[in-house]
C-alpha cells in the first residue's frame, strides 16, 4: 500500500496565502499522476490541481487557475500546493491522492482542513 499525508492546512484571511504538503510512503507503487482534490460542506469533490510525476505537466481547475500552483519533488516523495489570493469559496477539506497502475486514483490521504475567512 501507499501512505499520503497531508499537512500545511489552517485558517487564513482572504487574499491570503497557504502551502499544503503531501508526502507519500510504502510500498513503490508505479504513480503516474497526483492530484489536490477538495470538498466543501455539502459539495461534491473536485479536482483542483493534477501533476504528471513523469515529465512535471501540471493541469487547474478554472477556479484555481493563476491562484494555486502544484509542484512535486521527488527526492522527497512529496507533492505541494501553494495556494495564493485565496476566497472564502476555497474553504474545504483538500485531499492529495495519487493516480497508480493499480488503477485510478488508488490512493487518497486524510484530508487537511482549509478555512478562508
Known amino acids: 500500500d501507499v501512505q499520503l499525508v497531508e499537512s500545511g492546512g489552517g485558517s487564513v484571511q482572504a487574499g491570503g496565502s497557504l502551502k499544503l504538503s503531501c508526502v507519500a510512503s510504502?510500498?513503490?507503487?508505479?504513480?503516474?499522476?497526483v492530484g489536490w482534490f477538495r470538498q466543501a460542506p455539502g459539495k461534491e469533490r473536485e479536482g483542483v490541481a493534477t501533476i504528471y510525476t513523469g515529465g512535471g505537466s501540471t493541469f487547474y481547475s478554472d477556479s484555481v487557475k493563476g491562484r494555486f500552483a502544484i509542484s512535486r519533488d521527488n527526492a522527497k516523495n512529496t507533492v505541494s500546493l501553494q495556494m495564493n489570493s485565496l476566497k472564502p469559496e476555497d474553504t474545504a477539506v483538500y485531499y492529495c491522492?495519487?493516480?497508480?497502475?493499480?488503477?485510478?486514483?488508488?490512493?487518497w490521504g486524510q484530508g487537511t482542513q482549509v478555512t478562508v475567512s
Open positions: 491522492a495519487s493516480h497508480t497502475v493499480v488503477g485510478g486514483w488508488s490512493y
Open positions: 510504502g510500498n513503490n507503487i508505479r504513480t503516474y499522476f
